[in-house]
């Protein structure tokens, strides 16, 4: 049931001598969500296109269903996509832009029928059969996109960006409306977006990728809790990234004082990256603390509030907490073991540059 | 990773594009070609030359007619350009229906075609009174410029968002600062391919300024038209490749710019690409730029030299046919009597005639053909000369004098300039290869083994000439029975004819496209000329056909509405000077009614029976008359048939 | 914006065009509708329906649909191909169709004189290869060249403007759906390029169903289109009011292609510029 319904392997690709994907290694197995999620110009996007048979890689294969299809043109792939903005055929009725693609295939009209409405029905469009593309929300038109994609029964669906244009309230909709579709049709969906909390919401499986190179690959839970470097972490939610020296196994240093956490294997006295969540942090009394610090910012987020904490040397925590203490106020700063995540500093300049873009 | 499929697709396309390439810049190298070209003719190589760019700056005729399409392209450009934006920022806050409305006759000028544009304006500044000249072809040109600045500002105020214009007033500016400082700016690329394409379409309109251009006033286009006619003197091929040259190193500075790498899109690179974009527009703005101002300078200066150079207080306007004069004669005109000249062309009498008819220009002395004479004498266009201001008249032969009383019975309208025949003229080694003896009379014209070969005037008189002296009936005749007679015989030739040319016989028969052609007796002199020094290994011969033919005499006359005719009469005694008519009839070759200069020419010239046949063996021939609107209606309705069937 | 005062601006032109446009439409209207001594007449106008010009009317409606058809059939694949290329910027393909109007349009059509000619170039070029001759010059065959040649741009440009606007997700979306290379172009390109199709025949159609200097320059004068009939009234019969009359006539095809505009360009987007 878990086979790898896709394999890219080591797929390379550049425009005009800038590398954008550099001996990419990527599998998704069948029935899985995947997202790719990465800034702008990581190279997930052209990674879509190579899977969508929109652009060809300069080197490497995308193995589909066990078929090298790399030279296959997109119409001959059993897989749709899902554009961003829509690309809908505006000189077409919906039902003639959800039908373009049976139509090609020769399904007989009581066939195609069924299908615009059983589509239709499912993005909760019913009776919009004969509506012009220019008179439909947003919102509504990537509903139709969807439906144009998923009556051909593709066993892979791609989607780049879909919800990009729409404002926060219907993204978040459609996003439940995604994952129920996902559940209902069974389909495989590949999901491209810089949208983290999209990514954590609907994917079982995050690839983070940054200048053509994928950080890392996970469940959400694993990305945001475990981030492997600084960029992740720092894309994946708000971070704290300071500097610190594992003195041993489960004991670092931050700003001169000692915290406990649970990583080993860092040898002793290595400098480290640390990433503390600003949700991890506790504040309690001065004498409390590890570190002693002055609230230097409130703010009330409704859920919780978003503190500035500055501790000597200069540092601003970032913190978030349902305790409110008010601006001035002299506080100590406690983290739990388990929340401290520890991470090798990068090794190189070059790596430092993959970590720090945007 | 490219498969062998696509490859071979590109390849096609490639091949595609460049045929399509090599289709529209062909004519236009063969023009760069023939500007080297030594000989005048548009076929023959004679050796590889630059007289033609010397001569080009030399002639004042060329240099007077870019002057004007460059000033009228940018003068109507730049009008229509700031008429079309305020008006497109108008239409864009109409409601609906009156922007329909507005869009609608906005069209009209560019849908609708040129030459009822033309006319249109034509017929209106003649109603009004409007003279015709530089200013109307700058109203024109304005009106058929303003839809293609509103097409491409209208576009760019669409994407406009009206938020950045509230935003600038929000932010303190006027109305009219936060327009230009704000809407402006975003419109800008608009409003320059704008104004480029409404100069570009200026600088290449013939149709309209045909019809709305006035006396002594050409364009770029309407010399090239008269001297189509005539066959163009290669100077135009000159200015034309400069032209190109200078606009084609333009665009490549502008579109080629040091830049330009990072203009290719890619998907990681959209930043870049839209910053090197904007940048790339800016170079090409402040070169627009400079070019404008260099362009207006320069054409300040000119205006002011033109200006001091032509402050004479005594003038004359003459109307005369394209290269029908000596140009120097003009000037020693000026030299001598202080009057300056501004000289016009005509191409053919019935294009004369309306515009003098019209008066929409008042011309001092015009050179018309026989029988257009009688019909502006008959319809009170002309005015009576003082022949006491022209003493020089004593050297017309008087036999011209003669010849001229049958459409100007009292000689009191009108000087004899130029005569000559019409008349066969053959290609020697053609008409062997085609085993046909030398023509000697019109019904020659009627062999089918000259099938596409034989040339035959593009005019309705000359036309029915040939016919009816082929059927022994009068030149004039205005009998219908006759007329349509003729016109059968007309029709059964067709078939033969290569083509109706008016002066284009000169280069086709130099060029070996024809072996017969129909042309006037004053052409020959310069055809055998020329033919000599191609080396042609033909000889081009001359016959009067026996049947008879028409005699024609062009002759100096002063219209009505003459404002310097004193000046007129000094300009016609001038030429009837005997220096000066043999300078002129070594020019223009054709011949002289001037005994006195006649006495002047080379024995070689004298002795030309071509040029000068002996009038008493044109026993048979005749002078045009006027025949009257409605014998003029059915020759005219009678050669439609013909042309169009 | 002050919509209102906004309007304002537009005011200078509209009374240019009641000057330069309307009126001198009106003037035609006049002319054509009196004979020579003023008085109201429909002869002018019905004067289309004598053979002659009937004759020539059809021969030019021939002659511009084909050229017209022709000038399609070059630029349709050719906008397709610039598109795909996206060769620099818009901008420089539109120079390059551009470009060759900087040098006069009647020393163009003379140089294909030059070109067709018994002993012009291309034949010249051919019996070097050993090849025969064409003989195209005074032709209808000729005149269709020329009109091809001097109106392709303005076939090129508006297709080329309405497919580079075309989104290019919009074509993949069609791949993805299964179409091939050319069901993208029939089902999807085509008809999506409408506005500028019609916009584009629309403006080769109408200067080549009227123009003289083409087919007096190619055609030998042995040809005579409608625009002929029309100029030679004007320059040669001085019978100005049978010229307005049959201007008139033209004045039909113009208000089809105004209605054809208006109907399936609405947006404007099949603009050439």
């Keep these: 049931m878990t086979q790898p319904l896709i394999d890219l392997v080591n797929i390379s690709k550049s425009f005009d001598g800038d590398i954008v994907l550099d001996d990419l290694n990527l599998s998704v197995k069948e029935n899985s969500f995947v997202t790719l999620l990465g800034p702008s110009g990581c190279g997930k996007t052209t990674t879509l296109r190579i899977i969508g048979g929109f652009i060809s890689p300069d080197q490497g294969k995308v193995i589909f269903g066990g078929e090298d299809i790399t030279k296959m043109p997109p119409n001959k792939r059993q897989l749709n996509t899902v554009f961003q903005k829509y690309a809908l055929f505006t000189h077409m009725s919906i039902a003639d832009n959800i039908a373009f693609g049976l139509k090609i295939k020769g399904k007989s009209k009581g066939y195609i029928q069924d299908k615009i409405k059983y589509a239709l029905k499912l993005v909760n469009l019913d009776g919009f059969e004969n509506r012009s593309v220019d008179s439909l929300s947003g919102g509504q038109q990537q509903r139709i996109a969807i439906a144009r994609a998923i009556v051909n029964e593709p066993k892979l669906l791609l989607l780049d960006e879909p919800l990009g244009a729409l404002d926060l309230k219907l993204r978040q909709d459609m996003q439940y409306e995604l994952i129920r579709l996902k559940n209902e049709l069974g389909i495989t969906f590949v999901y491209v977006t810089h949208d983290q909390e999209e990514a954590l919401t609907m994917s079982d499986t995050i690839v983070v990728m940054n200048q053509g190179y994928i950080q890392q690959m996970g469940t959400p839970e694993q990305i945001y809790n475990e981030p492997e470097n600084a960029f992740v972490a720092d894309f994946i939610g708000e971070s704290n990234i300071v500097d610190g020296i594992m003195v041993r196994d489960e004991l670092v240093e931050i700003f001169g004082e000692k915290f406990v956490c649970v990583d080993k294997g860092f040898g002793n006295l290595t400098p480290v990256d640390v990433v503390i969540r600003p949700e991890d942090i506790d504040l309690v009394e001065p004498e409390a603390g590890t570190l002693k610090g002055i609230v230097t910012h409130l703010i009330f987020k409704g859920v919780h509030y978003e503190m500035e904490v500055t501790t000597p040397g200069g540092y601003e925590w970032l913190v978030h907490s349902t305790d409110m203490f008010p601006v001035g106020k002299e506080v100590g700063i406690h983290v739990d073991p388990f929340d401290i995540q520890i991470m090798n500093k990068p090794a190189s300049e070059d790596e430092e540059a993959v970590g720090v873009n945007e | 990773m490219k498969t062998a499929h696509s490859r071979f697709k590109e390849f096609f396309e490639n091949f595609y594009l460049v045929l399509v390439l090599i289709f529209l810049y062909a ?592 026993t048979n021939s005749e002078v045009y008359q006027y025949l009257g609107t409605e014998a003029d209606d059915l020759y005219s309705a009678l050669w439609k048939e013909i042309k169009s069937h | 914006m002050n919509k209102s005062k906004n309007q304002f601006l537009a005011f200078p032109y509209i009374i240019w065009m009641i000057g330069f446009t309307v009126i001198p439409l009106l ?98 070029l051919l019996s070097v290869l050993h090849l025969p001759p064409i003989s195209i010059i005074n032709t209808p065959g000729a005149i269709i060249l020329g009109m091809v040649y001097n109106f392709l741009p303005f076939m090129v440009l508006p297709i080329y403007n309405v497919l580079a606007k075309i989104d290019d997700n919009v074509i993949n979306a069609a791949r993805d759906l299964g179409a091939g290379s050319f069901q993208t172009i029939t089902k999807i390109l085509l008809p999506l390029s409408v506005p500028g199709i019609i916009s584009g025949v629309t403006m080769v159609f109408v200067p080549a169903l009227t123009t003289f200097v083409i087919s007096n320059l190619l055609g030998g004068s042995k040809i005579l289109l409608i625009g002929n009939v029309i100029e030679q009234e004007f320059t040669k019969g001085s019978n100005w009011n049978l010229g307005a009359g049959l201007s008139m006539v033209l004045m039909v095809f113009i208000l089809i292609s105004m209605t054809m505009i208006a109907k399936y360009d609405k947006n404007g987007e099949g603009t050439a510029f």
């Design chain 2, 27 to 618: 004519p236009i190298a063969v023009m760069m070609v023939l500007s080297f070209n030594s000989s005048k003719s548009r076929s023959q190589w004679g050796g590889f030359t630059f007289q033609w760019y010397s001569q080009m700056f030399e002639s004042s005729a060329i240099m007077d007619a870019l002057y004007n399409t460059l000033l009228i392209a940018f003068l109507s450009a730049l009008i229509a350009t700031i008429l079309g934006t305020a008006a497109a920022i108008g239409v864009n806050s109409m409601k609906k229906l009156p922007k329909t409305v507005f869009m609608g006759l906005n069209n009209i000028p560019m849908l609708n075609s040129d030459i009822v544009t033309g006319i249109s304006l034509m017929l209106m500044f003649i109603a009004f009174g409007v003279s015709l000249g530089f200013k109307t072809i700058l109203l024109a040109h304005i009106t058929f410029n303003v839809p293609y600045v509103m097409l491409s500002v209208l576009p760019k105020l669409k994407q406009t968002s009206k938020y950045t214009y509230e935003a600038a007033m929000d932010l303190g500016a006027g109305p009219v600062e936060a327009f230009f400082r704000v809407v402006f700016p975003d419109i800008l690329p608009g409003v320059l391919s704008g104004f480029l394409m409404a100069f570009t379409m200026s600088l290449d309109d013939f149709i309209i300024t045909h019809f709305t251009r006035g006396a002594g006033i050409n364009t770029l286009s309407t010399l090239i038209y008269s001297e189509v006619r005539r066959g163009i003197k290669p100077s135009m091929y000159a200015l034309s490749t400069v032209i190109f040259v200078t606009v084609l190193l333009l665009l490549l500075i502008t579109n080629f710019s040091p830049d330009k790498a990072g203009t290719k899109s890619s998907p990681s690179k959209g930043v870049q690409t839209a910053s090197a974009g904007s940048k790339n527009s800016g170079i090409r703005q402040k070169i627009l730029l400079t070019a404008a101002s260099f362009f207006i300078i320069a054409a300040v200066s000119y205006t002011s030299w033109r200006h001091v150079a032509s402050s004479h207080s005594d003038e004359l306007y003459v109307y005369n046919w394209g290269e029908y004069i000596d140009e120097s004669v003009i000037e020693q005109f000026t030299e001598e009597t202080g009057i300056h000249v501004t000289y016009d062309l005509f191409e053919t009498n019935e294009e004369m005639y309306p515009v003098v008819e019209a008066g929409a220009v008042q011309y001092d002395v015009i050179c018309p053909s026989d029988y257009m004479i009688q019909k502006m004498a008959e319809n009170l266009l002309l005015a009576e000369i003082n022949l006491d201001n022209i003493p020089n008249l004593k050297y017309i032969d008087p036999e011209y004098m003669e010849q001229s009383k049958s459409f100007d019975p009292q000689n009191k309208y009108s000087v004899p300039y130029t005569w000559g025949t019409v008349g066969i003229i053959y290609n020697t080694k053609r008409i062997e290869e085609l085993g046909v003896p030398a023509p000697t009379k019109w019904e020659d014209l009627w062999d089918e083994r000259y099938r596409g070969e034989i040339l035959m005037q593009d005019s309705v008189r000359d036309a029915f000439m040939v016919a009816l002296k082929v059927l022994g009936c009068s030149m004039n005749s205005v009998d219908p029975k006759e007329l349509s007679k003729a016109r059968d015989l007309l029709l059964t030739q067709k078939p033969l004819v290569q083509a109706y040319v008016v002066d284009q016989v000169r280069d086709k028969m130099l060029s070996g496209e024809a072996a017969v052609g129909v042309i006037y007796s004053g052409e020959l002199l310069y055809l055998q000329e020329e033919a000599e020094s191609l080396n042609l290994d033909y000889e081009l011969e001359y016959v009067i056909p026996e049947e008879g033919t028409n005699i024609w005499i062009d002759s100096w006359v002063i219209p009505y509405n003459a404002r310097n005719k004193e000046n007129a009469e000094k300009w016609i005694n001038f030429l009837c000077r005997p220096d000066i008519a043999k300078k002129n009839f070594e020019y223009i070759t054709y011949a002289t009614p001037n005994q006195g200069a006649f006495e002047l020419l080379d024995k070689e010239y004298q002795e030309n029976t071509s040029v000068f046949p002996d009038t008493s063996t044109l």
């Design chain 3, 27 to 124: 003037m035609i209207f006049f002319y054509g509708l009196t004979d020579r001594s003023g008085n109201f007449t429909f002869t002018n106008v019905l004067a289309i329906l004598s053979a002659d010009h009937m004759k020539a009317l059809l021969l030019s409606l021939a002659l511009s649909t084909v050229s017209t058809l022709v000038c399609l059939l070059i630029a349709y694949p050719l906008a397709l191909i610039l598109r795909k290329r996206n060769i620099g910027t818009g901008s420089f393909v539109v120079f390059i169709f551009i470009l060759p109007m900087w040098m006069n349009f009647l020393l163009r059509t003379m140089a294909w004189q030059t070109l067709l000619e018994k002993n012009g170039v291309i034949n010249s």
